[in-house]
């Protein structure tokens, strides 16, 4: 069975300093790992996505398979940052090919 | 193009009734599924779809149905309501099984009283 874990609820940051959001995954194939958020009032969009080893918004997250982790990362937190962020685990083979396991989400707010 | 749509917004049950939440999209996709989104416990998958015709159940379908007769809609059902229901209903579709972008509607707030 696929399980993600984000240990944190809630997270609170003070502006400009460095954030980082806990993401640990349990699957016995390779996964495909993906971080949603959604800010106040707005739909869950996607964030990023490990295959792609992108940064968006500033934000970086790195898959640790050693660590079985994909922490979100951004240097200098900003504001506008303060949402839910959900990690995503995405099924890559087997009778449940694609299901999509979210974790607990962890609340981010970011002080002035 | 408006996306994945849902409806109603908010709803009041009292226990027992039953309800449709509705779900619509006019991208085209195949893969459409329900979460709903408990404090502590994160998106939970309750049912899903990836083509027409064809449905399957995810980690918590008791108490609802789902049927998809059509590539864009694909309601979620409350046959009888419990307090348990209480939540917020997301649904979502993405364009196929390995599409990488899945995109959400705006919720349904739904109390059981």
């Known amino acids: 069975a696929q399980r993600v874990t984000q240990p944190e609820k809630l997270l609170s940051v003070f ?15 390779s996964p495909e ?12 969009q996607l964030l990023l996505r490990h295959i792609s080893r992108e940064s968006i918004k500033g934000f970086t997250a790195d898959l640790n398979k050693g660590e079985t982790s994909f922490h979100l990362k951004k240097p200098f937190a900003q504001e506008e940052d303060s949402a839910m962020y959900y990690c995503a685990l995405r099924s890559s083979g087997g009778t449940s090919y694609g ?3 979210f974790g607990q989400g ?7 | 193009n408006a996306g994945v749509t849902q409806t109603p917004k908010f709803q009041v049950l009292k226990t027992g009734q039953s309800m449709t939440l509705q779900c619509a999209q006019d991208m085209n996709h195949e893969y459409m599924s329900w979460y709903r989104q408990d404090p502590g416990m994160g998106l939970r998958l309750i049912h899903y779809s990836v083509g027409a015709g064809i449905t399957d ?14 590539t864009e809609d694909f309601p979620l ?3 009888s309501a419990a307090p348990s ?16 972008t899945i995109y959400f509607g705006e919720g349904s707030w739904l109390t059981v009283v």
């Open chain 2, 57 to 70: 159940q995810g980690e918590v379908p008791n108490g609802y149905n789902v049927s998809r007769s059509t």
């Open chain 1, 99 to 101: 299901k999509l396991t």
């Open chain 1, 33 to 44: 790992l993906f971080w949603y958020v959604q800010y106040s009032r707005q739909r869950l």
């Open chain 2, 85 to 100: 229901q209480t939540s917020v209903y997301f649904c979502a579709s993405r364009i196929g099984v390995s599409g990488n």
């Open chain 1, 15 to 29: 502006k400009g300093a460095p954030v980082e959001l806990k993401c640990n995954y349990s699957y016995s194939g």
């Open chain 2, 77 to 79: 059902r409350l046959l």
């Open chain 1, 106 to 112: 962890t609340i981010l707010t970011v002080h002035p």
